[in-house]
């Protein structure tokens, strides 16, 4: 079953047409990178697609519902990683989550739980109570990640996720992620880099479940001139 599917998205900021007529499908319980050079439109197409921003044609649905609509964003269990993850800079890493999750609707005990679990999970428990202003870069990145996960969302929405990090924090990522789509969850994930077999195992027998979108039938594509390398494609 289809959990994310965008059908000619077209997405103009006055002038500029940022996203003209993509279409991607994401099966359920799959990852799929969309990948793409600076520019490309990769944020614009997942903020059309969070209901983050309005787009001027076309179809984005999360799980059968356009998040533009009133309700889908409390109703739909999705997570998100924005690509510049923003967050009250006096705020304690732990009480960053807490905030976090109380606006998601979860429940005291659950909170309390889960902030232990993904703390420990992304390895940042030694910043629990380090300020936000205080935190290096990749530790943001990794409270966003954090923060994306919290309420064990079915839909789970990364927007250059491995932006800030080390070798070592991409692999822990890249194993996270590949562990949430083994428990079901659907991973859309953007980057600039183009995955190649060794990190993503594109062309070995993973292919079927991470998945590498080019875009390269988009005219994203086709307005710079660039053509992806048929490598990049699963
Ligand atoms: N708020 C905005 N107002 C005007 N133009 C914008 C806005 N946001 C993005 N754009 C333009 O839309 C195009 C796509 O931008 P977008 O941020 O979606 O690309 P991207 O693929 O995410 O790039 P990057 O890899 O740098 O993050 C670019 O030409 C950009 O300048
Ligand atoms: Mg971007």
Same mark, same amino acid.
């Given at each position: 079953?289809?959990?994310?599917?965008? /059908?000619?998205?077209?997405?103009?900021? @006055?002038?500029?047409?940022?996203?003209?007529?993509?279409?991607?499908?994401?099966? /359920? #319980?799959?990852?799929?990178?969309?990948? %793409?050079? &600076? @520019? =490309?439109?990769?944020?614009?197409?997942?903020?059309?697609?969070? #209901?983050?921003?309005?787009?001027?044609?076309? $179809?984005?649905?999360?799980?059968?519902?356009?998040?533009?609509?009133?309700?889908?964003?409390? $109703?739909?269990?999705?997570?998100?990683?924005?690509? +510049?993850?923003?967050?009250?800079?006096?705020?304690?890493?732990?009480?960053?989550?807490?905030?976090? %999750?109380?606006?998601?609707?979860?429940?005291?005990?659950?909170?309390? &739980?889960?902030?232990?679990?993904?703390?420990?999970?992304? @390895?940042?428990?030694?910043?629990?109570?380090? !300020?936000?202003? $205080?935190?290096?870069? #990749?530790?943001?990145? +990794?409270?966003?990640?954090?923060?994306?996960?919290?309420?064990?969302?079915?839909?789970?929405?990364?927007?250059?996720?491995? =932006?800030?990090?080390?070798?070592?924090?991409?692999?822990?990522?890249? !194993?996270?992620?590949?562990?949430?789509?083994?428990?079901?969850?659907?991973?859309?994930?953007?980057?600039?880099?183009?995955?190649?077999?060794?990190?993503?195992?594109?062309?070995?027998?993973?292919?079927?479940?991470?998945?590498? =979108?080019?875009?390269?039938?988009?005219?994203?594509? $086709?307005?710079?001139?660039?053509?992806?390398?048929?490598?990049?494609?699963?």
């Amino acid at each position: 079953m289809e959990s994310i599917i965008i /059908e000619n998205l077209v997405k103009s900021y @006055g002038p500029t047409v940022a996203v003209d007529h993509v279409n991607l499908t994401v099966e /359920e #319980g799959t990852v799929f990178g969309l990948i %793409g050079p &600076n @520019g =490309a439109g990769k944020s614009t197409i997942i903020r059309s697609l969070l #209901g983050l921003i309005p787009y001027q044609s076309g $179809k984005v649905l999360v799980s059968g519902t356009d998040m533009h609509d009133a309700n889908a964003q409390r $109703k739909l269990k999705v997570g998100y990683l924005p690509q +510049k993850a923003a967050f009250q800079e006096w705020r304690t890493t732990e009480q960053a989550l807490q905030i976090l %999750g109380r606006l998601s609707g979860m429940e005291r005990d659950r909170l309390k &739980n889960r902030i232990e679990e993904v703390l420990e999970q992304l @390895g940042i428990e030694e910043y629990r109570d380090r !300020k936000v202003s $205080k935190l290096s870069g #990749g530790t943001i990145q +990794k409270l966003g990640f954090a923060q994306a996960i919290l309420h064990e969302p079915s839909v789970l929405v990364l927007d250059e996720p491995m =932006a800030s990090l080390d070798p070592a924090s991409r692999f822990q990522f890249k !194993k996270m992620i590949k562990e949430l789509r083994d428990s079901g969850t659907t991973v859309l994930f953007s980057s600039h880099i183009p995955p190649t077999s060794r990190t993503w195992s594109i062309r070995s027998d993973s292919c079927r479940a991470v998945r590498s =979108a080019t875009l390269d039938r988009s005219a994203v594509w $086709k307005r710079r001139s660039l053509s992806a390398p048929s490598s990049w494609s699963s």
